[in-house]
């Protein structure tokens, strides 16, 4: 079985289905097609399917013109239907895992997912998940799900491994294609044929680890490194506030230094699938040892305490000029999680803007990336353009993301007062309505 797959990776013969064509999925299947192996991705939402047989691209980080050529050549096509799982040698699974409403993991769609490949998964096929994880979900969860549906048996009949995705949304520099890639695979036999099948696609380099559980715990350890670090770094902006000195400066020079030292910097909270909730997997499953990660447990009280921080302040600014926080106009300055890009999910700007409205500010905002949101089933739709008159009606301007194409000095010239979250507004000069997280 390896040195057949083997041959038919050097051939290019392969057919690869990636199972969810989300931030994930989707890049991974252009890069597939790409280096010109046929694919499928493979997605619940009708939709996303339909667009991508019709060549239109719906994720930032994917060329519209590599989309709309590759289906064109049709190396590149969607479905809903499961059942040609049956053609597909290589399948990466890139489906969402969430938390649930008691901020426990919710592997449901990976399980969904799992049981639909087994009742039409074939001989000599690989199974790759990607989907971030706690560690031991590979090989205690998927594998059993994948042998019973399918009557195979994993190391004989089918190969299995993990190797998280590491896709950073707007990132001009690194994307899917030239990013290393980590491997862990249930025997020696499946590493090679997984590491063998990225290394015919991607740039970057791939590490190979000596298990699944190895591969599902780096990711959720590059993830909770950040987490901690930008943990720390709210606390001390909420210290710092509290002694008078500006934590952009003091961070600033502390970079200064050549070692020892990685700049993180604070905001009014995380976002993004991942920051805000791989730890939450790894202290889940800490418990099942009798094991309470408390540092990390720590950094995810300070992070999700910011909105309601970014909320408390922004009373404060506000009582400066003898104004209730009931009743004000405030003025929301992106909602996406990160700057410059469209997506956005766990996005602390919506809960600030929800910490506002309890306190009965009239709140809305202004996102040249994102035109209206969805939260707890109802919409919410943004300003179409950024005026003088939106600007000055506002008693209150709060940047939560510091989009690059919005014009601060613009922002500054016309507003009442600003609290800027994310030092957006650092270059100016005349400071007398800003006031920095």
Same mark, same amino acid.
């Given at each position: ?217 780096? #990711?959720?350890?590059?993830?909770? /490194? *950040?987490?901690?670090?930008?943990? %720390? =770094?709210? $606390? ?101 999680? #990160?700057?410059?890009?469209?997506? /956005? *999910?766990?996005?602390?700007?919506? %809960? =600030?803007? $929800? ?83």
């Amino acid at each position: 079985m390896k040195q057949n797959l083997l041959n038919k990776i050097s051939n290019k013969e392969i057919i690869v289905g990636v199972v969810g064509l989300g931030y994930v999925g989707l890049p991974l299947a252009v890069e597939k097609a790409k280096a010109r192996f046929k694919t499928i991705g493979f997605d619940v939402q009708d939709k996303k399917v339909e667009m991508v047989n019709c060549g239109k691209n719906y994720i930032g980080d994917v060329v519209d013109s590599d989309l709309s050529v590759l289906v064109e050549k049709g190396l590149l096509s969607a479905t809903s239907d499961y059942s040609f799982i049956k053609d597909v040698d290589f399948i990466a699974i890139c489906v969402p895992t969430p938390l649930d409403s008691h901020q426990q993991p919710d592997i449901s769609y990976v399980e969904k997912s799992a049981s639909e490949i087994a009742k039409y998964l074939k001989k000599e096929s690989m199974v790759v998940l990607e989907s971030t994880t706690y560690p031991g979900t590979t090989e205690e969860v998927l594998k059993p799900i994948l042998e019973k549906g399918s009557n195979l048996k994993c190391g004989v009949d089918f190969y299995l491994g993990f190797s998280p995705e590491r896709v950073d949304p707007g990132n001009l520099i690194y994307k899917t294609k030239n990013t290393p890639k980590v491997v862990g695979a249930i025997g020696e036999d499946a590493m090679e044929v997984i590491s063998a099948m990225y290394k015919a696609v991607l740039e970057g380099d791939v590490h190979t680890v000596s298990s699944p559980a190895i591969a599902e715990m780096e #990711k959720i350890l590059e993830n909770t /490194y *950040r987490n901690i670090n930008i943990g %720390l =770094v709210n $606390e001390l902006a909420i210290l710092c506030n509290k002694m008078g000195i500006n934590i952009w400066e003091v961070i600033d020079a502390a970079k200064s230094k050549p070692y020892g030292f990685q700049a993180f910097y604070p905001g009014p909270g995380l976002g993004g699938h991942c920051i805000p909730l791989d730890p939450y997997y790894l202290s889940w499953k800490a418990r099942e040892y009798g094991f309470h990660t408390s540092m990390i447990e720590s950094s995810m009280m300070v992070n999700d305490r910011m909105p309601e921080y970014c909320a408390e302040r922004s009373s404060k600014i506000l009582n400066k000029f003898k104004m209730a926080m009931n009743g004000s106009k405030i003025l929301i300055l992106g909602v996406a999680y #990160k700057q410059d890009i469209d997506d /956005y *999910r766990e996005s602390p700007a919506i %809960l =600030v803007i $929800e910490e506002l409205e309890k306190e009965g500010a009239d709140v809305i905002y202004y996102d040249p990336f994102v035109s209206e949101y969805r939260e707890h089933g109802t919409v919410k739709k943004g300003e179409p353009e950024l005026t003088v008159e939106l600007i000055e009606n506002s008693d209150l301007v709060i940047i939560t993301t510091a989009h690059t194409n919005v014009d601060y000095d613009f922002v500054q010239k016309h507003a009442k007062v600003i609290f800027d979250t994310k030092n957006a507004m650092k270059h100016i000069q005349a400071r007398e309505n800003i006031e920095v997280l």
